[in-house]
């Protein structure tokens, strides 16, 4: 896996692009002189891990015969104050389904998409109390 990585303007935008040619762009706070065209690395955190979770989440749901109209995720990641560096000391993920769904069967599917099969949750584990919930509602 290589990840290749372009400086965009003289502060912090860079765009960061895969072997496939698809990107994404990255920037700093303007409070230390980005100008918020892109997301900040720790909002990276957050995506891939709500993401990582729901791909394996998804493909069991698919085995157990769930059809999931819509989904949506919320991550809320929180950091020491004032760290240096200030890691994630906690994250929720809050799973919202659309569709006619077995809630015990959502539960099982999310328990090993994130607690067991999304490699970037067993890395962020080492330092943040990873949890989840979810809801599902009718369209």
């Not at 059809?67 to 240096?84: C, Y």
């Not at 959502?106 to 979810?134: I, N």
Request: glycine share 8%.
């Amino acid at each position: 896996m290589v990840i290749k990585i372009d400086r965009l303007n003289d502060a912090f935008h860079f765009e960061a692009s895969n072997e496939e040619g698809r990107s994404v762009h990255i920037d700093a706070a303007e409070s230390i002189g980005g100008h918020n065209q892109g997301m900040r690395p720790m909002q990276l955190l957050l995506a891939a891990i709500g993401t990582c979770s729901i791909f394996d989440t998804l493909v069991i749901l698919k085995k157990q015969k769930q059809i999931v109209e819509d989904i949506k995720i919320e991550v809320e990641g929180f950091r020491e104050p004032g760290a240096i560096p200030s890691p994630f000391t906690s994250i929720h993920m809050k799973f919202i389904f659309w569709g006619n769904l077995k809630p015990e069967k959502v539960e099982k599917a999310l328990q090993k998409g994130v607690e067991k099969y999304c490699s970037v949750g067993v890395m962020l584990e080492k330092t943040a109390k990873v949890t989840h919930s979810f809801e599902i509602r009718s369209k």
